[in-house]
């Protein structure tokens, strides 16, 4: 390879690995901005029902995760092979890895009739069904009943955007540990400061 061509292959992968981080951080922030407009002041005041609402997201992510992503995905052996399955291009990444629409409730409802042994999948949903319950029940605790439903809907709004930004912060933390090996971590570094500060100041705003 010529110093020209392995520039531009840097130059590639550095745009690619830009766009991809771009797009998570436009997501986190363009949901906070819509759900500061829907919703009542007082939900982000109440700690209680909003970690609820980000554990169920955050459970979720991992679920679907776990019933679309087989072991050969989080295999370390084959991460940095050339037939690795995160050897992708940034539009692969995107519409495959990604892609909002193969993590649909159709992942849940087919991933039993494959591996109906799999006794860690029904932990991980009875957790996810669990953590449902009670962030849907929680502002019934705080508020009256009509304000409460409004909360209850806001928790599954915010659980889905949560669910999302895990699956794509796993995926993309793979896909840059086969893109630039152990850089990886530093970017790991950089995505948990945004998203810690993130966090500390949108319900501030």
């Known amino acids: 390879m010529t110093d020209s061509g392995g520039f531009l ?74 037939e690795s399955p995160w050897n992708l291009t940034l539009w692969q990444f995107l519409g495959e890895r990604v892609n909002p629409l193969n993590y649909g409730i159709g992942t849940l409802i087919d991933y039993p009739s494959g591996h109906p042994a799999d006794n860690s999948f029904f932990l991980l949903l009875a957790v996810v069904a669990a953590l449902a319950l009670a962030a849907i029940a929680a502002p019934f605790l705080f508020w009256p009943v009509a304000m409460a439903r409004r909360a209850a809907l806001y928790s599954i709004v915010l659980a889905g955007f949560t669910a999302y930004l895990t699956i794509y912060v796993v995926c993309l933390l793979l896909w840059s540990l086969y893109l630039l090996n152990f850089w990886t971590f530093a970017l790991a570094g950089v995505m948990f400061q945004y998203y810690r500060m993130r966090a500390k100041h949108a319900w501030h705003r």
């Open 9 to 82: 292959a840097i130059a590639r992968i550095a745009l690619g690995m830009a766009l991809a981080l771009a797009i998570p951080m436009a997501v986190a922030a363009i949901a906070a901005r819509l759900l500061r407009r829907v919703m009542f002041p007082d939900y982000s005041e109440d700690p209680l029902v909003t970690a609820l609402a980000k554990l169920l997201g955050i459970a979720a992510g991992i679920l679907l995760i776990y019933a679309r992503l087989d072991w050969r995905y989080f295999d370390l052996h084959q991460l940095f092979v050339p």
